[in-house]
Each structure stands twice: as structure tokens, then as C-alpha cells.
């Protein structure tokens, strides 16, 4: 039997989307896609302190300016269900619904790690809660990886964040179960069937040649990027990706890979509510398709961090 919130996702996605979630979407002819705007909202990081919740009502009311035709959020809706209690967890992702309103747009959801309850409590949280890991958000949301399609383009909602075992953290990986599952997907779609992809923590970016070198030399590949994302990318060759959406570094940023743009869509909340991240102030991204191509371009809102930290 269907609980309610997975009723509530599978009404809300229609019966394409819904189909595909569950892996019964059939294979179609590739329309000429329609002109159409969507916004890329991610990282919200809502939390009751630094004044995150209003300054999302800030984001989502002048997002509203935009004749968007839905939203897809990026991941990292909540800070932080990762090391806190579960009234705490379950607290943020309720204001988080409440804030979501204010958008008055249909939604689609991507996995963020700060979305995975316990994964970096050592121990703290049992693994064998209800609602550990991913299980939270899939409550809330619905699967972590699905695809759905709009106007003739073809949208792919991945999954970027594995937990590690025993509350250590997580990184950033795809499994082996999904990469079957992306595979079978895009194989049931012509090859000039448009497709454009959402993922939390990027595949392609050029991030780390931003930071100023470890003393170690060390790469931190694997929580700034996927540590398999080239068997993703590998998927894509022979494909029409107009783009990649990504989030969780909170810059905006483009990186042209094999012909493939791959957007980094800043942060809703900047510096975590601190004001501007590497010179990227609070925004989102609004996203436009027209004549078979996708543009981006990223738009602020004003908000003013009562307790600014820029970088």
C-alpha cells in the first residue's frame, strides 16, 4: 500500500514522471521540444537562525517574477539533518514545506547530503531508523532518482550522495544500481530526444583550481564532485544533453565538457547565510529553453546576512 507522502509525490509528478520514477516509462519518438523557462533553486540550507527562512520567502517571491513553468530544487533544502536529532531533522524539513509555498510553483527535488538524516552522527543515530539517511527526505519527496519529461525535453534527477558506514559522513558517488538505471533510461529515449540533467554534488567542475592549495596536496574528490563521475559522463556521449544542474559548492559557475555544458547554480543561501561564497551572492538560477538549446542565467534577490562572512 501506498503511504500517504508517496501518494502526494506521485500525484504531484503526473503520470509520466510517475511512470518513470517507477521505471515503467515507454520508449517515444523525440518531439521538437517547446520554448519554456523553469527555475533551478538549490541550496536553500533553510533553518530557523541567520534569518535563512525569511530570506528564502525573499528568493521564492521574486522567483514567483518569473513565468516559470515549475521549479527543480538542487539539493541541500535543509541545514543540517546530518548530525542532529530527528525532532530536529523532522522540525527543519516541516519549515522547509511551509517556506516552499511561498513559490507557488510545481516542484521536483534533488538529494542533498545536508538532506540525509544521521550520516555524519559517529554512531550516534542508528542506522537501523526509519528514517536514517535518505529514508527522511524519500518521506518527504519522494525517490532520490527518477526522470520525468516537459514539453519534449527529458529530465533526469540523479542521485549524488552515498552514505558511509556508521554515521562517517558520505561521499560523492553513484552506484551501481543507478548507473543501470541511467542507462536504462536514456536507452529507452531517441538519440535526439533533449535531455537535461539535475545532480547535488556536481560531476564536472573546476572548483577545486579555486581553493588555495592543501599543504598536503591532497584532492578532496569525493566531496566536491563524484569519484565516478566519469562512468556518468560515458553515458551521455551519443546523447542531445542540453545541461547539467548541480549544486552544493554554492558558486555559479559553467564548465564545457565533451560538448556538454555543466551549470554549478550558486546557493540560494550564499555563504550559508553569510553573505557571498567566492564572490557568488545569494541566487538562483532561471533556465531557458528555446530552439533545441538551454541558457541559464543566475539572478540575486537583496538579501542582507545579519552576520556576514563573504569570500
Not at 513565468?67 to 541541500?76: E, S, T
Not at 551519443?238 to 544542474?245: A, T
Request: charged share 20%; glycine share 10%; proline share 4%.
Amino acid at each position: 500500500m501506498l503511504t500517504p507522502n508517496r501518494r502526494d509525490f506521485l500525484s504531484l509528478l503526473g503520470g509520466s514522471a510517475a511512470a518513470a520514477a517507477i521505471g515503467t516509462r515507454t520508449a517515444f519518438a523525440a518531439p521538437k521540444p517547446e520554448t519554456f523557462e523553469f527555475l533551478f533553486l538549490t541550496d536553500t540550507h533553510l533553518q530557523p537562525e541567520l534569518n535563512a527562512a525569511q530570506g528564502c520567502d525573499m528568493a521564492f517571491k521574486k522567483a514567483r517574477g518569473v513565468k516559470a513553468d515549475f521549479a527543480l530544487q538542487g539539493g541541500d533544502h535543509v541545514f543540517d539533518t546530518m548530525d542532529v536529532s530527528k525532532e530536529r531533522a523532522l522540525s527543519l524539513f516541516d519549515l522547509y514545506a511551509k517556506t516552499e509555498q511561498d513559490l507557488g510553483l510545481k516542484l521536483y527535488h534533488t538529494c542533498g547530503n545536508h538532506d540525509c538524516f544521521g550520516v555524519s552522527s559517529k554512531g550516534k543515530t542508528s542506522e537501523s531508523d526509519q528514517l536514517y539517511g535518505k529514508k527522511m527526505f524519500e518521506e518527504h519527496f519522494g525517490r532520490a532518482y527518477y526522470s520525468f519529461d516537459h514539453k519534449g525535453v527529458h529530465f533526469m534527477v540523479l542521485d549524488s550522495v552515498q552514505p558511509l558506514p556508521g554515521g562517517m559522513g558520505y561521499e560523492g558517488h553513484i552506484d551501481e544500481a543507478q548507473l543501470a538505471w541511467i542507462a536504462d533510461d536514456l536507452g529507452k529515449l531517441s538519440p535526439t530526444t533533449p535531455v537535461i540533467v539535475s545532480i547535488h554534488i556536481p560531476l564536472v567542475t573546476a572548483y577545486e583550481s579555486y581553493l588555495k592549495a592543501a599543504p598536503d596536496g591532497k584532492t578532496k574528490r569525493g566531496s566536491l564532485s563524484v569519484n565516478n563521475s566519469d562512468l556518468v559522463v560515458k553515458q551521455f556521449e551519443g546523447r542531445n544533453v542540453l545541461g547539467v544542474l548541480q549544486g552544493h559548492t554554492h558558486i555559479w559557475e559553467t564548465v564545457t565538457w565533451h560538448g556538454v555544458p555543466y551549470i554549478t547554480g550558486g546557493a540560494v543561501s550564499g555563504n550559508w547565510w553569510k553573505g557571498t561564497h567566492m564572490g557568488t551572492a545569494e541566487g538562483y538560477t532561471v533556465v531557458r529553453v528555446e530552439n533545441g538549446k538551454m541558457s541559464t542565467r543566475y539572478e540575486t534577490y537583496g538579501f542582507k546576512s545579519v552576520a556576514p562572512e563573504n569570500t
